[in-house]
């Protein structure tokens, strides 16, 4: 959520960097909104502090013997304007609240405005691989090997979904072992959270109300969002949300996490080429990690996610890039995202398999999660960053087009061996 303080201060920076974006919004009636409860505020507080110094007098008045019947009176008459007042205050402040909620962030200074075609790469790692035969898609190269069932999948299901059979299973499980002995190594606590949560999660993570029609809802008896449970489309929303509305020591600073979940999502069901087997779907699994930052640290705590990331999948050998994304392709929590793009041979494309994100203060303020600043000793909202570590859905149609050899068997990568018994190839039985 955005400060109130910016937009008041200087409206039209705001509107400028939001417009970035692609967000065009008119501040003027949120501004006459404030205007309006700050004048109100002012008159309020004077009728409490005109109550206050007068209820101190009334017992001295008493015990003189003077008259207190129209003091009483005047008292009854201040306090039902207090009442008032203070009712009409909290409703200028839900409707200042709820138009901000539904703001995006505010994208960093230095990003581009615009959508994909304003994306800058960054940095390629390895070569694209180079066959002297002729290279299958994952999707044939997984039906012959019998390590993913889409039929079945289906079958259970519906479209988007699939089973992974055999040593298609012990791939996945061995990449997502990978993922958290790395970051077990590099000294992240691990969680395991509640796949379910409450509508407070989704509306801390920025997600809601703007994308509440995106998830999968485990409706409440009357049909309240507010009161239903949701399936997490991710990790990060359970994550930022873990100390929602505490005060966090200082010293306890950078709070670094992160969760294997699977993550449920309406997104699927374009079938195109470029969308097909496994590449997106309704369910698949995660690793992410998340960290709380000072705020004065926010930039050492994206790179840091950034390196993570590229690590995981230097480590695997894999060709892949990585992407600075315009203020536009950037998601409305955001101020910046880098995404790692990993190159799938038989679409001539590069996919995106992590997202790695700063949000800044946004996502802090949506839920009030704190730290005390030990030389002002004044609260302040912690920095929220995340970084998918990884999505497996995209990293092994990868991993079995990237490493494919001409008799149809995959060469397992060797970080993946151990988490495999020592097994170097996937064979057709």
Known sequence: MLDIKLITEDPEKVK???????????????????????????????????????????????????P??????????????????????????????????RLPNMPDDDLLPGEKENNQVVKVYGTKPEFDFKAKNHVD??????????????????????????????????????FVSTHLADGYEMILPPHMLGYNCGFGAGQFPKFTDEVYWVDSE??????????????????????????????????????YT????????????EERGMVRGHQFNKVEMVQYAHPDKSKEAFDELVGKACALM??????????????????????????????????????????????NDYQARRNNTRFRDKETGKTRFV??????GLATSRVFPAIIEQYQNADGSITIPEVLRPFMGGQERIEKL
């Open 314 to 359: 230097d480590g695997l050998g894999l060709h892949f890039r990585l992407s600075k994304l315009a203020a536009g392709d950037c998601s409305a929590s955001m101020a910046r995202t880098y995404d790692i793009e990993v190159w799938i041979p038989s679409m001539g494309i590069y996919k995106e398999v992590s997202s790695v994100s700063n949000a």
């Open 262 to 273: 699977p993550c449920y999502r309406k997104e699927a069901g374009t079938y195109r080429a």
């Open 222 to 259: 009357d049909g309240d969002k507010k009161r239903a449970k949701f399936m997490l489309p991710t990790a990060e929303t359970a994550l930022v949300n873990m100390y929602a509305g505490e005060i966090i020591d200082e010293d306890k600073l950078p709070m670094k996490y992160f969760a």
């Open 141 to 178: 190269l997984c039906t012959s090997l019998g390590i993913i069932d889409y039929e079945r999948g289906v079958k259970l299901s519906g479209n988007g979904y699939w089973l992974y059979r055999g040593d298609g299973a012990r791939l996945e499980w061995a990449l997502l072992n990978y």
């Open 16 to 66: 400028a960097s939001l417009a970035k974006k692609g967000c065009i919004v008119d501040f003027t009636e949120i501004l006459r909104l404030d205007g309006e409860r700050k004048k109100l505020m002012t008159e309020i507080e004077g009728l409490k502090a005109e109550r206050n110094k007068v209820s101190a007098e009334i017992p001295k008045l008493k015990k003189e013997g003077k």
């Open 68 to 101: 207190v019947d129209e003091i009483f009176a005047r008292m009854r008459e201040i306090g039902d304007k207090i009442t008032e007042g203070d009712a009409k205050i909290n409703d200028y402040q839900n409707k200042i609240t709820d138009f901000i909620s």
């Open 383 to 388: 920095h929220t960053l995340n970084g998918s």
